[in-house]
């Protein structure tokens, strides 16, 4: 599937009105990359502080079985309540060392959202669809 920048939009909006809704959340953080491009665009319309962190799982062009924390979340999210956000849920391993993350630097409470998962992947409080395969993302696209 591929998914059009209408569609993440659409997505998007879904997505922003189901959060800023709950006032038990204080601020959105992004899993780079994809959830980077999601993240900022659901915290700016739910009118929610943004913050990026990032795993990786390569190192010098070697890909590693388990990720390290490239940029941590900061501080100030100490006694926040964060919504986690990536663009796709497979296995859930992303969000759980993200949210593992969050918490040693004293977030109060993880929601998570994701934009797409496939079947039965782990299943993220919020998800904007259900897909078969890993859905290709406008930002994964070439510009020729």
């Not at 953080?29 to 913050?51: C, E, F, N, Q, W």
């Not at 940029?71 to 296995?91: A, F, K, N």
């Not at 959202?113 to 696209?141: C, I, K, M, N, S």
């Amino acid at each position: 599937m591929n998914l059009t920048w209408i569609q993440f939009g659409e997505i998007c909006e879904r997505l922003a009105r189901e959060v800023a809704a709950s006032p038990e959340l204080d601020a959105v953080v992004g899993i780079a990359l994809g959830g980077d491009i999601a993240g900022a665009t659901i915290a700016s319309l739910a009118h929610k502080d943004y913050y990026p962190i990032r795993l990786a799982r390569r190192e010098g062009g070697a890909l590693h079985h388990t990720r390290r924390v490239v940029v941590p979340p900061p501080r100030e999210l100490s006694g926040q309540r964060v919504l986690l956000v990536d663009d796709l849920s497979q296995t859930g391993d992303t969000f759980k060392i993200a949210s593992l993350e969050l918490r040693q630097v004293g977030v109060l409470s993880v929601t998570t959202l994701v934009l797409a998962r496939t079947g039965d992947a782990y299943r993220a409080d919020h998800t904007g669809l259900v897909v078969e395969g890993p859905p290709r993302f406008p930002w994964q696209r070439q510009v020729n």
